[in-house]
């Protein structure tokens, strides 16, 4: 019995339906953009594995990295300890980050990062004897599993179940191009008419809905608004932080800046789950009191792994040095050529580019939805020719490690063309 056999008789994955599921691959190996699965075949990994690989598999600086922490401390507990990695991340990120930007909120995941920034919302108004019991959220957004993420999630299929359990949400158009007053317009009414604590957003790119993607200047348009109406505001950089969009966040094309930014998935380069929340030192000052009850009452058991800030750490360095600037640069002018030499395809409706995503939605008579036929073919298609991509629904994207080459990023883009056959 292989391992993909022994893996059906136990392991529940996700977003699967296992009734109707094909056996998945067992990898058993990876290096820079490719994995190996246990019969040889080798893939290339055109999205980074989830988008957390932005420096490659099997990294050895960050493996060195995390080898040392491991036999120095690999974990202390962070309620009532510190440690020296959690002070120099710290350090780090006042460094990168957006200025604003002071304190920070360890947790596990990108879910658990805004279900952090969600609760802190709340009680931030709580403590000052204030009640606001909704948030404004892009319709087709997906912030997570947990349950505040998921309320502020747009895609019903992976909500539906929970309607009648989630937090009170007004969902608000995406401002893509055309409709940038609807959206703004349907912020300041939703503003006007609840008692509004919080609008959280991703920056620039929705990731889960296809990479949707809309103008800076409009999100500081909506930014303005909710601090002129004591709104605050959330950027979800879990899919677009650490250099995605060709800045280290997509929040820095912005004039105006956040009150809290969510951060997981390449914050340790795809090695240990690790997430954290930043802060305004306004929004820390809101739960500072006399009061023990004003505080914020929440925490995770590897919260500040210090071995996960290690990877961080390590992680961040790798985007500093200035090979990875040129490989982003380079990432993202293959991408232009590719969407000029594909644009005109028949069976291409759309292309868009923002660093080193690239996306392009299929023309198709038969609409489909996040899982469909039409999805599953691409899927299939890409997996058989060796190739890790996710399209979602009839959008193909590519998101691919820094340290892919140039020749597998054409063999990528090969592999699309030769997929939009299939359609």
Known sequence: MNLTEKDKLYNWHPYTQHQIAQDFPAIVKGKDALLWDENGKEYIDGIASWWVNPFGHSNKFIADAIYEQLTTLEHVLFGGFTHNKAVQLAEKLVEILPNNQQKFFYSDNGSTAVEVAIKASFQYFFNQGRSKNTLIAFEDAFHGDTFGAMAVSGISLFTEAFQDALIQVVRIPVPVK??????????????????????????????????????????????????????????????????????????????????????????????????????????????????????????????????????????????????????????????????????????????????????????????????????????????????????????????????????????????????????
Do not use: W
């Not at 909710?226 to 800045?247: H, R, S």
């Not at 930043?278 to 009191?289: A, E, H, L, P, R």
């Not at 660093?355 to 599953?376: K, M, S």
């Not at 080459?405 to 699309?416: C, F, N, S, W």
């Open 178 to 423: 055309g409709k940038e007053q609807e959206t703004l317009a349907s912020l300041q009414k939703a503003i006007e008419q609840h008692e509004v604590a919080a609008f959280i957003f991703e920056p620039l790119v929705l990731g889960a809905a296809g990479m949707v993607m809309y103008e800076p200047e409009i999100l500081d348009e909506l930014l303005v608004v909710c601090q002129q109406n004591n709104v605050l505001t959330i950027a979800d950089e879990v899919m677009t932080g650490f250099g995605k969009t060709g800045k280290t966040f997509a929040c820095q094309y912005l004039k105006n800046q956040p009150d809290m930014m969510c951060l997981s998935k390449a914050l340790t380069g795809g090695t240990i789950p690790m997430a954290i929340t930043t802060f305004t030192n306004q929004i820390f000052d809101g739960f500072k009191s006399d009061s023990v009850n004003h505080a914020l009452f929440h925490g995770h058991t590897f919260t500040a792994n210090p071995t996960g800030c290690a990877a961080a750490l390590a992680s961040i360095e790798i985007l500093q040095q200035p090979k990875t600037s040129v490989d982003l640069e380079r990432i993202h002018q293959h991408h232009l050529q590719f969407q000029q030499r594909i644009q005109q395809h028949p069976k291409v409706a759309t292309t868009r580019v923002l660093g080193v995503i690239f996306a392009l939605e299929v023309v198709t008579d038969n609409p489909q939805g996040y899982y469909g036929n039409l999805r599953n073919r691409l899927y299939n298609f890409f997996i058989q020719n060796g190739i890790i991509l996710r399209p979602v629904g009839g959008t193909i994207y590519v998101l691919p490690p820094y340290v892919i080459t140039d020749e597998q990023l054409q063999k990528v883009y090969q592999t699309i063309e030769a997929a939009l056959e299939i359609v």
